[in-house]
């Protein structure tokens, strides 16, 4: 067994990062013709690109619910950097409904919303361990963020059920690496100098040259990184994302995809409207400003991200505005191409091995 592993033949319905958004999970299943149980009448099989958890009311909720339909048979999932932070025990923006010291910074945000209960540590973390990185088979690959061909080589190398601990043993070896080139001790300047938490988005720091190179240099060398949250560069400003003051900003990956096989995956918060990205706290780079909604892209347009910001329907319910307005859980079929979303609509995608179609004006 290894990280990668293989896809069941047949028609798939592709869903994307769910974000503990229970209800939007159920309403989706039951457009694309599931039972309870995860059944289709016609044999589909369900297939979860990762980031079950976090932000959204119910992410035990959601949890349970892939758990068992991945082991009645009916479903598979890769494991996002969600879960991965989770595994490793590495609280974030969101996770106050399993680390106890996110709740006071989490509350004024994402409450109401269930907490994980005390069997959950042994009925959950076995599972989330056991799931690959990526899925694939002749026609089809399936990743978090970011299908890399040496990464995922990589990736082939290492068993299921240790993914935090190599994942902590890669990040140690990509901190010794930064010792070699002095980026800790700049660091701890850098930090000393400010005197803010980079969670606090109410003060733009400058830019970190340091912080920088850190981020950058983990992701460089730490492949479950790269292929669970992305291709980054050293940015030029500082930027706030995901809850903190970032240096790096993401690379559109799928422009140098040359393979032939198509790629879907979900992570980078793809919107139906057109939206302020910083509605979402996303102040990053918008890597879909010029591709279609129901485009694929990519140099042979033939890698679709199906993340359409579902994780953001907290920003809604905090502004007290229909948070199914314009954050959607989607789903693609394949080899159908029908892009499906929770409200039941559904529409064909475009561009399928053409070049990208451009954004709605």
């Given at each position: 067994?290894?990280?990668?592993?293989?896809?069941?033949?047949?028609?798939?319905?592709?869903?994307?990062?769910?974000?503990?958004?229970?209800?939007?999970?159920?309403?989706?299943?039951?457009?694309?013709?599931?039972?309870?149980?995860?059944?289709?009448?016609?044999?589909?099989?369900?297939?979860f690109?990762?980031?079950?958890?976090?932000r959204?009311?119910?992410?035990?909720?959601?949890?349970?619910?892939?758990?068992?339909w991945?082991?009645?048979?009916?479903?598979y999932?890769?494991?996002?950097?969600?879960?991965?932070?989770?595994?490793?025990?590495?609280?974030?923006?969101?996770?106050?409904?399993?680390?106890?010291?996110?709740?006071?910074?989490?509350?004024?945000?994402?409450?109401?919303?269930?907490?994980?209960?005390?069997?959950?540590?042994?009925?959950?973390?076995p599972?989330?361990?056991?799931?690959?990185?990526?899925?694939?088979?002749?026609?089809?690959?399936?990743?978090?963020?970011?299908w890399?061909?040496?990464?995922?080589?990589?990736?082939?190398?290492?068993?299921?059920?240790?993914?935090?601990?190599?994942?902590?043993?890669?990040?140690?070896?990509?901190?010794?690496?930064?010792?070699?080139?002095?980026?800790?001790?700049?660091?701890?300047?850098?930090?000393?100098a400010?005197?803010?938490?980079?969670?606090?988005?109410?003060?733009?720091p400058?830019?970190?040259?340091?912080h920088?190179?850190?981020?950058?240099?983990?992701?460089?060398?730490?492949?479950?990184?790269?292929?669970?949250?992305?291709?980054?560069?050293?940015g030029?400003?500082?930027?706030?994302?995901?809850?903190?003051?970032?240096?790096?900003?993401?690379?559109?990956?799928?422009?140098?995809?040359a393979?032939?096989?198509?790629?879907?995956?979900?992570?980078?918060?793809?919107?139906?409207?057109?939206?302020?990205?910083s509605?979402?706290?996303?102040?990053?780079?918008?890597?879909?400003?010029?591709?279609?909604?129901?485009?694929?892209?990519?140099?042979?347009?033939?890698?679709?991200c199906?993340?359409?910001?579902?994780?953001?329907?907290?920003?809604?319910?905090?502004?007290?505005?229909?948070?199914?307005?314009?954050?959607?859980?989607?789903?693609?079929?394949?080899?159908?191409?029908?892009?499906?979303?929770?409200?039941?609509?559904?529409?064909?995608?475009?561009?399928?091995?053409?070049?990208?179609?451009?954004?709605?004006?």
């Open positions: 067994m290894s990280l990668v592993q293989a896809l069941p033949a047949g028609p798939l319905d592709v869903i994307g990062d769910v974000h503990g958004e229970r209800q939007a999970l159920q309403a989706l299943v039951r457009h694309l013709g599931y039972d309870d149980l995860g059944d289709h009448p016609t044999g589909r099989k369900l297939v690109v990762g980031d079950f958890c976090d959204g009311p119910d992410s035990p909720g959601v949890l349970a619910l892939v758990r068992r991945v082991e009645a048979g009916n479903a999932a890769v494991i996002g950097n969600h879960e991965i932070n989770l595994l490793r025990e590495d609280a974030k923006d969101g996770s106050g409904w399993y680390f106890d010291e996110r709740i006071e910074a989490d509350n004024p945000k994402y409450a109401p919303y269930a907490r994980a209960d005390q069997a959950f540590d042994d009925e959950m973390l599972f989330l361990r056991q799931l690959p990185l990526a899925l694939e088979r002749p026609d089809l690959r399936i990743v978090h963020a970011a890399i061909d040496d990464k995922i080589n990589q990736a082939r190398a290492l068993r299921p059920g240790h993914v935090a601990e190599d994942y902590d043993r890669l990040e140690q070896e990509a901190y010794l690496h930064a010792k070699t080139l002095g980026i800790p001790a700049r660091l701890n300047a850098e930090n000393q400010w005197p803010f938490h980079l969670e606090d988005g109410a003060h733009c400058p830019f970190m040259p340091a920088a190179d850190s981020e950058l240099n983990k992701s460089q060398y730490n492949p479950l990184k790269v292929l669970s949250c992305g291709v980054e560069r050293r030029t400003e500082p930027f706030y994302a995901g809850g903190k003051w970032r240096f790096v900003e993401r690379v559109a990956w799928w422009d140098a995809y393979d032939s096989t198509p790629v879907i995956v979900g992570h980078y918060w793809r919107r139906i409207h057109e939206l302020d990205r509605v979402l706290g996303k102040g990053d780079q918008d890597l879909f400003a010029d591709i279609h909604p129901h485009a694929w892209h990519g140099q042979r347009g033939n890698v679709f199906v993340d359409f910001s579902v994780g953001a329907r907290w920003t809604a319910r905090l502004a007290g505005q229909p948070p199914e307005q314009d954050f959607k859980l989607a789903a693609l079929r394949w080899p159908e191409r029908v892009l499906v979303l929770d409200d039941g609509s559904a529409e064909p995608t475009t561009g399928f091995m053409q070049a990208p179609t451009p954004a709605l004006v």
